[in-house]
């Protein structure tokens, strides 16, 4: 099989985002091809360590084949939002200087037809990032209308989901939809509207991915986590591609940030007012035009970073 390239979203600016302690603990919670791992292994000590989480095989095979020899560095198969469960079997909750997620899928995984993620190649309809759980094409074949619009509509964005969900159950009535091609073109044929330069089949394809991955719900199950497992002053950087993603940690990271609020006249001391748990740092950051035209994949990336107060 080919090996598919990763370029590496906003490299610089996520690992100086992390403000790197070179003894610290740093977790890369979406290791891919380790491009991000690498920045910060090379900013850390021989004290320092790295661990890196990824739910997808060949990013476990790939992390052991590229770092398995450096003592610093840890990978651990599954999903970031075990980290916080991770970091107390392992007695370093509450340590950790640095927590960095690049979310969604990698290029290995999107240009690998086999992996069933593209309606732009034709293959087996997967989408699973891990090995485990219910395929796409698994999931298709027993749901209902009305769920299936639900995924469509709300992790697709997709006006037409209705429409387009309807279609997709008539014709698994008739036949097994098993491939991204049947999949990608019982969509186009549903959509109502051609769009200059975007499939019909991209939003579609966005949202049922999303749901076999469980991405959101991962999301929220790991920003929930970090306070157990970042050290005070350990800083949090989110890479999203999508507004779904990007307001979730938006609003995580607002919500957590702003002091609380009382009642003018209310006798409360400075001191004993409640510090907010995390320190927005700095504005949110999008890719430049030179990485933009080196690598059109960051068009859509934009990270957040947060610092544990
Ligand atoms: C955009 S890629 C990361 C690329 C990486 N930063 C690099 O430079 O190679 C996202 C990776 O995160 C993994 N991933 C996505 N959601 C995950 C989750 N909930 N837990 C663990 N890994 C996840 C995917 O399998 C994929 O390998």
Known sequence: MAEHVHYPVLLHEAVESL?????????????????????????????????????????????EARFGGDPRFTMVKGSFASMGEWAAERGVAG?????????????????????????????????????????????IADVERQPLADVIREYGEERFAWK??????????????????????????????????IDAATRSFQG?????????????????DIFEVLAVGGRLSVISFHSLEDRIVKQFIRTHSTADVYPRGLPVREDQMRKPPL???????????????????SRSAIMRCAEKQ
């Not at 380790?34 to 997808?56: C, N, P, Q, V």
């Not at 969509?187 to 109502?192: E, F, G, L, V």
């Not at 991915?209 to 199950?221: F, P, T, V, W």
């Open 19 to 63: 403000n790197i302690q070179p003894d610290g603990i740093y977790i890369d919670g979406t290791f891919g091809r380790g491009g991000h791992s690498a920045e910060i292994l090379k900013a850390l000590g021989s004290e320092g360590r790295l661990i890196g989480f990824d739910k997808d095989d060949q990013a476990v095979a790939a992390a």
């Open 95 to 139: 340590r950790v200087n640095g927590i960095f997620l690049d979310l969604g899928v990698s290029s290995p995984q999107i240009d690998d037809a086999g992996r069933g993620f593209s309606f732009r190649m034709d293959g087996p309809l997967d989408m699973r990032m891990a090995s485990t759980g219910m395929s796409a094409a698994e999931w």
């Open 164 to 197: 387009i969900a309807g279609a997709i159950v008539a014709a698994r009535d008739e036949a097994p939809i098993e491939t991204t091609e049947q999949l990608a073109n019982i969509i186009r044929t549903a959509s109502p509207t051609r769009e200059h330069r």
């Open 208 to 224: 049922i991915r999303i749901h076999i991955n469980r991405e959101l719900d991962d999301l929220k199950d790991c920003l929930e």
């Open 279 to 297: 320190r927005a740092i700095g504005k949110a950051v999008r890719a430049s035009k030179q990485e933009i035209a080196e690598n059109v994949r």
